[in-house]
């Protein structure tokens, strides 16, 4: 792929100072953080994936994408006992309730114990998030909601939100 028209930043570009952190900090901070794409770009790419033949389909993208983030997580944080993820509205609440379902299944010793907070009704999501939340349903997975939510259990809270004018303004 030809990046040089496209929309990305590499993360030397990004403003990424921030007071207390020094440059070794910054590097094992983004030392995971190839490209930063605009939510366009990402579209475009999620549409392509597809329409290509890479996956079936955009649930099938975002379980594959789940998946990756689950690895990786196994791999940096492979101590963890207790994942919270905290889910909003759109494809990136489903991406999180795709995360828990492959994380409350996994196979790996030790277990992860998953908590899921939401923070709109997820009764109100639409396509792929919502197909997402039934399936995390289906496999017993419990969702607070965000008045009930405290953290201090928890190892890793993955935020899996995205702006939210449309659903709270």
Same mark, same amino acid.
Not at 41 to 48: E, H, Q
Not at 130 to 149: N, R, T
């Given at each position: 792929?030809?990046?040089?028209?496209?929309?990305?930043?590499?993360p030397?570009s990004?403003?990424c100072?921030?007071?207390?952190?020094?440059?070794?900090q910054? &590097? $094992?901070r /983004? =030392? /995971?953080?190839?490209?930063?794409?605009?939510?366009?770009?990402?579209?475009?790419?999620? /549409?392509?994936?597809?329409? =290509?033949?890479? %996956? &079936?389909n955009? /649930?099938?993208?975002?379980?594959? #994408?789940? =998946? #990756?983030?689950?690895?990786?997580?196994?791999r940096?944080?492979?101590?963890?006992?207790?994942?919270?993820? %905290?889910?909003?509205?759109?494809?990136?609440?489903?991406?999180?309730?795709?995360?828990?379902?492959?994380?409350?299944?996994? $196979?790996?010793?030790?277990?992860?114990?998953?908590?899921?907070?939401s923070?709109?009704?997820? =009764?109100?999501?639409?396509?792929?998030?919502?197909?997402?939340?039934l399936?995390?349903?289906?496999?017993?997975?419990?969702?607070?909601?965000?008045? &009930?939510?405290?953290?201090? #259990?928890?190892?890793l809270i993955? $935020? #899996? %939100? $995205?702006?939210?004018q449309?659903h709270?303004?």
């Amino acid at each position: 792929m030809n990046y040089k028209n496209s929309s990305y930043k590499q993360p030397s570009s990004l403003n990424c100072h921030r007071p207390g952190l020094d440059a070794r900090q910054m &590097d $094992e901070r /983004y =030392q /995971y953080v190839y490209y930063c794409y605009s939510s366009e770009a990402v579209r475009n790419i999620d /549409y392509l994936m597809v329409e =290509q033949g890479f %996956v &079936d389909n955009s /649930y099938d993208l975002m379980n594959r #994408a789940a =998946q #990756a983030l689950l690895d990786f997580i196994s791999r940096k944080y492979s101590k963890i006992d207790h994942i919270t993820i %905290v889910c909003g509205a759109g494809n990136n609440a489903g991406d999180g309730y795709v995360l828990a379902r492959l994380a409350k299944m996994r $196979e790996q010793e030790p277990k992860l114990k998953v908590r899921l907070i939401s923070i709109i009704d997820p =009764q109100h999501l639409s396509g792929d998030a919502h197909q997402a939340y039934l399936d995390w349903i289906e496999c017993g997975g419990a969702i607070d909601s965000m008045a &009930d939510a405290h953290f201090p #259990a928890t190892d890793l809270i993955v $935020e #899996a %939100v $995205e702006l939210l004018q449309k659903h709270l303004f």
